[in-house]
Every structure is written in structure tokens, then in C-alpha cells.
């Protein structure tokens, strides 16, 4: 039925799937560029249509009532971001304890412009030694879907570059929005 409702959004919003299922049974995702409200629904059509049950880290405010029962259904982990812990080895250990995972990790960390992306995802994806796949929506062509597994080597600069290459031509619903794909501890 899921799979069924995401067809008919994306066939009534114009927009179309690109690339291939992911073939690792447990990744790290990036969901990018994320500059408006309506990329969660986007992103939970592909992950959809390309049968991938995701989990996805949110904002601990948007998992209280009325509506908190229906984000965790839609396979969100509230995130309280105030607060210090040690999120990238509680995230990693996930990956331990679970046969099958894709988690997808703001790597901007909001919709809204920032200078840097969040190394979170990066961290998260070397201590799980679990790939990083390239999730995309692109608004200016209307296309969607999931791009290549990239198994970070440590060497962030290179990778980074690989992960720049991938989202140079892909368009937020706000370009103006999506910041510069940069690390802080690259500069």
C-alpha cells in the first residue's frame, strides 16, 4: 500500500525516481539538499518506491503529541541537539544491533542556510564501518532517488570531494537555502 501512495504523490507532484535501490543492508544516508518541510515526504516516497524501510533523526520537538506517534511510525529517532552526548556511538551501536538499517542523518542539520555541513553522518558511518549513500532531491528537474555507497577512508578531503562532485547539480525548493557541501574540519 505504501509503495502504492508514494507512486500516486509522485505522479500528481510531477516528480520521478532516479538511480537504484541501495545494495548495502546497512547505510548511513544523506538527504540532501534540505531546505524545505516537504523533503521528508519526498524522501519517504523514494525510500518507498525503492522498498527501504528508513530511519531518520528529527528534531525531539516534532515527536511530541498530537503528531509524535506518526513520526516514529514514519521511522523517526527524536534528537534532542541541545543537549551533549555521545550521539555518533549511540548511532553506531544501532548499526551493531541491527541486521538491516539505513539511517538517514541531516548532514546540514536544519533547512535553513549554514555555512557547513555536520560531520555526524561521516563519523557515524566510520565507526559502524557502514557505507555512506548519496540520497538526493533535486527540485529544479523534479527527481529523486539514491545515488552511490561511498566507504569513507578516513581521508575526509578526498571523500568530501567525491560527496561535492555527487551534489553539484542537485537543487533544494530553496537554492538559496543549501549551503556550501563543507565540513568544519576542512577548513
Do not use: C
Amino acid at each position: 500500500m505504501g509503495r502504492f501512495i508514494a507512486r500516486v504523490f509522485l505522479n500528481i507532484t510531477g516528480w520521478q525516481a532516479e538511480g537504484a535501490k541501495p545494495v548495502p543492508s546497512k547505510f548511513v544516508l544523506i538527504a540532501a539538499p534540505h531546505t524545505s518541510n516537504w523533503d521528508l515526504a519526498y524522501l519517504l516516497a523514494f525510500a518507498a518506491i525503492f522498498d527501504i524501510r528508513i530511519s531518520w533523526m528529527g528534531k525531539h520537538v516534532l515527536f511530541r503529541p498530537p503528531l509524535g506517534w506518526l513520526m516514529r511510525a514514519l521511522g523517526g529517532i527524536p534528537i534532542v541537539r541541545h543537549a551533549r552526548g555521545n550521539m555518533v556511538s549511540q548511532m553506531a551501536r544501532a548499526f551493531e544491533d541491527n541486521d538491516s538499517l539505513a539511517l538517514v542523518v541531516p548532514a546540514e542539520g536544519t533547512r535553513g542556510y549554514v555555512p557547513h555541513w555536520k560531520s555526524g553522518f561521516y563519523h557515524i558511518a566510520r565507526q559502524a564501518d557502514v557505507p555512506i549513500v548519496l540520497g538526493f532531491l533535486d527540485f529544479a528537474r523534479r527527481r529523486g532517488g539514491f545515488g552511490p555507497a561511498l566507504y569513507p577512508t578516513g581521508d575526509i578531503r578526498r571523500d568530501m570531494d567525491e560527496i561535492r562532485d555527487f551534489y553539484a547539480d542537485k537543487a533544494g525548493k530553496y537554492p538559496d537555502q543549501f549551503g556550501e557541501v563543507r565540513l568544519k574540519e576542512e577548513m
